[in-house]
């Protein structure tokens, strides 16, 4: 169009005064205080509630109140740790871990279960913290309730049914106006995952945790956080123009 307007086969260029598409904003994520503040609420919930169940073991309300307690703070810890979508935290299952080693290849939306948002199964090396809980979670409910299914997150002990990640949502949500910290999302803990990465310089490796087809992706969503390391390439240029080697002499 521009240059059918310059050789002016066109009276004018429709394109003119048009904006290109707009850059992503930086995505928004949970700084580290705030992570350590929703896991100290959950632990401190999950603490009242165990003291409140050993006190009435035989009460239903009391279980129910430390199987929600328990599963917040495993929410916290998975999704600040794995970077995974909460679609796919709400889709996960016992059997998807291997040792530390988690596998994603599913994703629950709108009550469906489906492959991932980018079509693909990864696995992701969890914290030795993490994967310990989750194994400690599961025999202890498994001596109370008979188990059903292996389902990470779900309403109730038995595990027939995975949580719905708005479900998953609205416990976090909860969790950070008692822990103080607005706006408390999952995404924004995902969000955390690869600022940390990618500010260390570690774009591959956000990639592929993140589970993003491509490192373009990546980047375009958190080249702000990339290091501002590049003080080694600013000696060279200012040194440059004062060295006298032929070598450095372009104008020769």
């Known amino acids: 169009m521009s240059w059918a307007a310059a050789e002016g086969l066109l009276r004018v260029n429709p394109l003119a005064g048009m904006r290109g598409p707009p850059r992503p904003q930086p995505r928004r994520h949970h700084r580290l205080d705030e992570v350590r503040r929703l896991l100290a ?18 009460s239903a309300a009391c279980a129910r109140r430390l199987f929600a307690a328990e599963q917040s703070l495993l929410l916290v810890r998975l999704a600040a740790d794995s970077g995974a979508r909460r679609g796919e935290l709400a889709a996960l299952r016992l059997s998807d871990l291997d040792g530390r080693v988690l596998t994603i290849e ?16 990864r696995r992701v090396t969890l914290g ?9 979670h599961f025999p202890a409910w498994a001596a109370r309730v008979e188990l059903e299914q292996d389902w990470l997150f779900s309403p109730s002990p038995r ?42 310089g570690r774009l591959l490796k956000a990639q592929a945790r993140l589970g993003h087809s ?25 040194r440059l123009p004062n060295d006298p080697s032929p070598e450095t002499d372009h104008g020769k």
Do not use: C, N
């Not at 603490?47 to 006190?55: E, G, N, Q, V, W």
């Not at 490192?215 to 969503?221: F, K, N, V, Y």
């Open 106 to 121: 599913r994703s629950l939306s709108a009550g469906v279960l489906g492959p991932t948002k980018s079509g693909r199964t």
């Open 41 to 58: 609420a959950a632990g401190d919930a999950a603490a009242s509630a165990k003291d409140a169940f050993t006190r009435r073991p035989g």
């Open 214 to 238: 491509d490192p373009a992706t990546t980047l375009r969503h958190y080249s702000h956080a990339s290091p501002l390391d590049d003080t080694d390439v600013a000696d060279e240029l200012d």
């Open 128 to 136: 030795s913290g993490t994967a310990d809980m989750i194994r400690r």
């Open 159 to 200: 595990r027939s049914v995975p949580m719905t990640a708005g479900a998953l949502s609205r416990r976090l949500a909860r969790l950070g106006q008692a822990a103080g910290v607005e706006h408390a999302v999952l995404h924004r803990l995902r969000h955390g995952v690869a600022t940390y990465l990618v500010d260390q």
